[in-house]
């Protein structure tokens, strides 16, 4: 159920209404799915919009938002902690801006290489015990393209495995499941059938990594039909990013 907006805040009014056109989505495409009591986690990617939207949509209810810049995250978490919202890292993360993410981040959904992992797990023992705060929930990104690693991130699928098994035994850090983007022009059914995959043969030798980060403003329906746990919505809620000046 979203709040009502403000009285007098016309951006706030249109968020309300994009924000209650997606979760009517996500309920219908959960539904057809046979998933209508475990719907999908809604995690709103706020990248290139203003601070202000985001303390907008939290008033309507949204808890989880997600980032792809470090830069712009952190400014946004720090501007916005009184609101206690969760973080989600969504974009591909340099291994040096780790002690930077593990300040503000519930959650990495890019995990794609060793080093990352390590660069992590050395960033979150410094956070812990500065700060005490929770391990940090680890998505590996999983390469979708027939050329893996092309085009939008990830790790073959073939290298999942090993990335799982360091990140079970790396301290500060949780081992959540899989992330993917569905390729450009593919057909969003085949390619997250395939992550969905993936998964299955994760669960079996980590049963606790059943997260499945997946689904966008454009194919967020495929996304639920084979399982994803987490949507990451942007443009359907917040609109076409801002022009920079």
């Not at 809604?42 to 939290?58: G, M, N, Q, T, Y």
């Not at 699928?157 to 022009?185: K, S």
Request: proline letters at 4%; a negative charge.
């Amino acid at each position: 159920m979203t709040d009502s907006p403000a009285p007098g805040d016309a951006r706030a009014v249109q968020l309300a209404e994009r924000l209650d056109a997606v979760r009517q989505r996500i309920n219908r495409a959960a539904g057809a799915a046979g998933r209508g009591n475990n719907p999908p986690s809604l995690i709103v990617i706020s990248k290139f919009h203003p601070a202000e939207d985001v303390r907008r949509l939290a008033a309507l209810g949204v808890r989880d938002f997600g980032e792809n810049r470090d830069q712009e995250a952190s400014a946004k978490a720090q501007e916005l902690e009184a609101l206690d919202l969760t973080w989600h890292f969504v974009g591909q993360l340099q291994s040096k801006k780790s002690k930077t993410v593990v300040r503000y981040a519930t959650a990495v959904h890019s995990v794609d290489r060793s080093q990352l992992v390590t660069a992590l797990e050395r960033a979150m023992a410094g956070e812990q015990e500065l700060t005490g705060r929770a391990d940090l929930d680890c998505f590996i990104q999983v390469s979708l393209e027939d050329d893996a690693g092309a085009h939008r991130g990830g790790a073959a699928p073939a290298a999942v495995p090993q990335l799982a098994e360091q990140l079970e035994a790396a301290d500060g850090l949780r081992l959540a499941g899989v992330m993917a983007v569905a390729p450009l022009g593919a057909d969003p059914d085949r390619a997250f059938e395939k992550l969905l995959g993936v998964s299955t043969g994760l669960q079996r030798d980590f049963p606790g990594a059943s997260g499945i980060s997946a689904g966008m403003s454009q194919d967020l329906e495929a996304a639920v039909r084979f399982g994803a746990t987490h949507l990451r919505i942007g443009s359907d809620i917040l609109g076409s990013r801002p022009t920079v000046r």
